[in-house]
C-alpha cells in the first residue's frame, strides 16, 4: 500500500519531540521542538523536505496534552498540514505493541506516528478559534465561581469565631451589603466603638434600601455584636483577615461579571450556534451561561451520531468488567470526560 510520510510529535510543556517516518516506516528524520520561533520553522523546514523527497505532504499526530499542544496545532494547521489530535488516553494504551520495556519522548512520538499507520487512532476534535475562546472563558468562568465560594467559606469560618452570629443577620456572607458592613467593621468591637448613625448609613447605601430596614439590620448587628464580645474567639488578626478576605471575594465577582459579559458578547457573535443555545435554554434549570459551557464541551454537535457517544464523551458511560464467566453487576461510570 502506497502511504504517504508521517509526524509522530510527543508534546510536553517546555518542548516536544518530533519523529517523520517514511513511506515505508523508516525514521526520516527526528527533531526535538522548543516552543520558540526558530524551533517550530527548523521543525517546519524538516517537514517540508519530507514532503519534497516523497512528493505528499505529511501527516501530523499529536496528542491532546492540557493546553500544550495547542501552538503546535495552530502553527502547523496555518501551514497547510493535516494535524490529528488524539486523546492521550487512547494513545497511551496502544502505546505498549512493543514487548521491550522503552520509554522515552523520542519513542513515545515514533509511536504515535505508527499508531497511525495501524488506523486505530481515533481524532479528537480540537474546537475552532470562536468555539475555544467560549471554552475558555466559560471554563475560567467555573475557576472563579469556585474561588469565590471556597473565599465565602474562609470568610465563614472567620465570622463563626471572631463574630458568632453574625450570619444571623446576613444570610449572604458574601453579598454586597454584608461585604460593605464588614469592610467598615470587621470586628465586633470596631463596630460597637462606632455610632449607630454611620452603621445605618453604610447599610441603606449598599443595600439601596429605605431607613426603616438599615436601622432594623443595624440594631440586629449591634446585638449581635454584644453578644459577640462575650462568646467571640478574639485575635489581633481578625480585622487584616476578615477585610483581605472581603477585597478578594469583591475581585473574583467583578472578575465573573466581566467574564460573563466576554461570554454574552462572543454568543451573539456566533449566530451559527444561537439555535443550539435556544434549544439548551428550553431544558428547565440551564440559562445563557450555563448553554455556553455545555456548547463550549461539546463542540460541533454533528461529530456525535449516535447519544452513546456524547455520553461517553462526558465521561456518562458506564464501565464494564468481565473476565472469562465473571460479569460485573455494579459498575460505575467511566468519568472519563470532561470535568467541567
Known sequence: MNFGPVAGIDVSK?????CILSPDNKIFAQEKIYHDETSINRANTLLQKAEQ????????VMESTSHYHLILFQFFSE????VIVVNPLQSSSMKDFSIRKRKTDRVDAFKLAMMYRTKTLRPSQVPQTAMRALRQLCRERVEFLNDVSSYKNRLTAFLDQAFPGYDKVFSDLGGITSCAVLVHFPT????????????????AAASKSGHGFAKKKA?????AAQQAQTLGIHSCADETLIVCTIQMLRTLSESVIQIEKAIDNLLAQMKEIRNNVSLLQSIPGIGSHSAALLLGEIGDFT??????QLAAYFGLDPSERQSGTFRGTKNKISKRGSPY
Open 14 to 18: 517546555r518542548f516536544s519531540d518530533m
Open 303 to 308: 461529530l456525535f451520531k449516535k447519544p452513546k
Open 188 to 203: 465586633p468591637a470596631i463596630l460597637l466603638a462606632a455610632e449607630e448613625s454611620e452603621l445605618v448609613e453604610v447599610i
Open 53 to 60: 523527497s516523497f512528493s505528499s505532504k505529511p501527516i501530523i
Open 79 to 82: 501551514h497547510g498540514y493535516d
Open 219 to 223: 440594631e440586629l448587628l449591634i446585638s
